[in-house]
């Protein structure tokens, strides 16, 4: 599991939840940081107890963490701790037919396609951060609400 994956897992049950404010998705960020910068990106110090963890992370900040953090931090030790991977193909994309391609729809030669366009595996835009977007080639899908809310150039 890499940092991105874990973020992404916590978002999602962050969206779950259906939270008020941004406040534990900022939070998240914060954490995130903190592991690209003082790890590398390295989810190995999330094998060290959670409350060392925590300490880890209030010395990084220089003063005690905040509700949000503590429960991001929560989150993502439950996250990670269950291997979770449900949201991510088994397979790598093989091939991607592109001719002929509709608006509405893009066929995939891999058995595990219908996994990326579950609609659990979506989020919301608001809540993506530069830990989340993906640096990696793949197969990626956005899903538009209302497709008569695009300007007329795209339709």
Do not use: W
Request: aromatic share 10%; net charge positive.
């Amino acid at each position: 599991m890499t940092l991105q994956e874990l973020t992404l897992l916590v978002r999602q049950e962050f969206d779950r939840r259906n939270l008020k404010s941004n406040v534990r998705y900022n939070a998240l960020d914060h954490v995130a940081k903190f592991i690209r910068e003082k790890y590398n990106g390295n989810l190995e110090v999330l094998y060290k107890p959670k409350d060392e963890f925590k300490r880890l992370y209030e010395n990084y900040k220089d003063k005690k963490i905040n509700g949000a953090e503590s429960s991001a931090i929560n989150e993502m030790y439950k996250q990670f701790s269950s291997g979770s991977f449900s949201y991510l193909p088994k397979t790598p994309v093989k091939s991607v037919s592109t001719t002929n391609i509709k608006p509405q729809m893009v066929e995939c030669s891999t058995p595990n396609a219908e996994d990326l366009m579950n609609d659990n595996n979506f989020m919301k835009v608001s809540v993506l951060s530069d830990v989340m977007i993906p640096d990696k080639p793949g197969l990626y899908a956005i899903k538009i609400k209302d497709v008569n809310d695009l300007p007329s150039p795209i339709l």
